[in-house]
């Protein structure tokens, strides 16, 4: 009996001290939970808003790996024909966007180029820093103003440009070379609805240097320690009325694009147009046009005339024209297939007579296999020659580009 008594008593005692240590582990518990709703409050309020800073700030991107055995012609003496086969990580991109309010933002683009940056390969750069405003709380309805370094508008691709937005594995080269895409300056951006699916757009901003030759792609300050003392300005009329259509008119005017010091000003003028319809399903088609024109008639320092007197550049033009179909392929990652091909020509010596050599077409067969919306699989064949002796090159590049 008294062993039975012993045995109870320690399993009793047992049991006490397991409920005990439960109740006392629940009560820790209870204490660990009220202390992180007590932190996680206070990283809110610290916030500056209820929603916290983390759900007002956006991140995007976008990336892109091209292999390619195109080797274009060399730009002033006409093509080698010799091959050229590369595999490069052309670019790598991230957007940070941050909302401070219902009207005021922040967007920036940082994107490396060429995969590293080292002993002058490779490029780090800053594309977009700009605060915009939504101008709704004046009372000043489908109005916005952008203060800071902003992608020009012009064209089809400056702007929008990630991998499946267009055909090809690079960008068209005809908007590379006449509006020197990417091209981004240094301003004040207003955007306005005036309404019937019609935008404008008013920028004053940063101008080109070329040193006075003329060359536009080269001209582009990239905001680092760019002179601030040439100002332009860029107007664009642009129509969205009909739905999956775009059509947009624009004029950029340098004051002077020659940043030698007391050599004389280069005013210059781009004038051109577009039409853009790229579906997600079915037919599509862009096309694209314009001219640059230089006024190279004054001195420079040595009073002789400017170097784009001389070089034919006083005239630059290109165009394109791209149609395109497209297959939606459904399934569970709502992939799509995509064949186009697309016409260009450009000359970037237009004056020059003598450098005919200059004048250069382009025709390319495009495919995309879109795997999802947002990730694409591309191959294009691509034939680029002079007109003035036929020579240039061709050949096959196959990409992969993604956007999120």
């Known amino acids: 009996m008294k062993k039975i008594t012993f045995f109870l008593v320690i399993t009793f005692a047992f049991i006490f001290n397991i409920l005990k240590a439960d109740a006392d582990l629940e009560n820790k518990l209870q204490e660990m939970q009220e202390e992180i709703d007590s932190l996680a409050e206070m990283i809110e309020e610290g916030s500056g808003g209820g929603d916290g800073w983390y759900n007002r700030t956006s991140l995007g991107g976008y990336g892109e790996i091209h292999w390619q055995t195109a080797a274009p012609p060399d730009d002033e003496k006409g093509a080698t024909n010799a091959t050229n086969v590369e595999v490069d990580i052309h670019r790598y991109v991230l957007f940070i966007g941050h909302e401070f309010n219902e009207y005021l933002n922040m967007n920036s683009e940082v994107e490396i180029e060429h995969a590293f940056v080292k002993d002058g390969n490779g490029e780090l750069e800053m594309e977009q820093l700009y605060l915009e405003q939504n101008l709704g709380y004046l009372g000043i309805e489908n109005t916005f103003i952008k203060y800071g370094t902003v992608l020009m508008p012009v064209g089809i691709t400056n702007e929008t440009h990630e991998p499946p937005t267009f055909y090809g594995v690079d960008r068209n080269v005809v908007e590379k070379e006449l ?8 301003g004040i951006m207003v955007n306005t609805a005036l309404g019937g699916g019609v935008e404008l757009t008013a920028f004053g901003h940063t101008g080109l240097e070329t040193d006075g030759d003329g060359d536009i792609r080269d001209g582009r300050g990239k905001v680092y320690k760019q002179d601030g003392s040439n100002v332009a300005y860029t107007l664009r009329l642009k129509y969205t009325g009909i739905p999956g259509v775009e059509m947009g008119l624009w004029h950029n005017h340098q004051t002077d694009i020659n940043n030698i010091p007391g050599a004389g000003n280069i005013p210059a003028d781009l004038w051109g147009g ?30 002789t005339k400017h170097a784009c007197a001389t070089n034919g550049r006083e005239k630059i033009w290109g165009a394109f024209i791209e149609p395109s179909y497209r ?12 064949i186009g091909a697309r016409a260009g020509a450009w000359n970037d010596k237009a004056d020059e007579t003598a450098n005919a050599s200059n004048k250069i077409r382009q025709y390319d067969l495009l495919l995309n296999y879109w795997l999802s919306p947002n990730a694409v699989l591309k191959v294009d064949y691509e034939n680029q020659k002079y007109y003035a002796d036929g020579k240039g090159s061709a050949g096959y590049n196959f990409g992969i580009g993604y956007q999120f």
């Open 179 to 186: 509006n020197a895409n990417t091209w981004w300056e240094t």
């Open 274 to 303: 577009h039409i853009n319809m790229s579906p997600s399903e079915g037919f599509g088609f862009r096309a694209f046009g314009g001219t640059w024109n230089l006024d190279c008639s004054g001195d420079n320092a040595a009073g």
């Open 327 to 338: 297959w939606s392929l459904g399934g569970p990652l709502d992939s799509s297939i995509g």
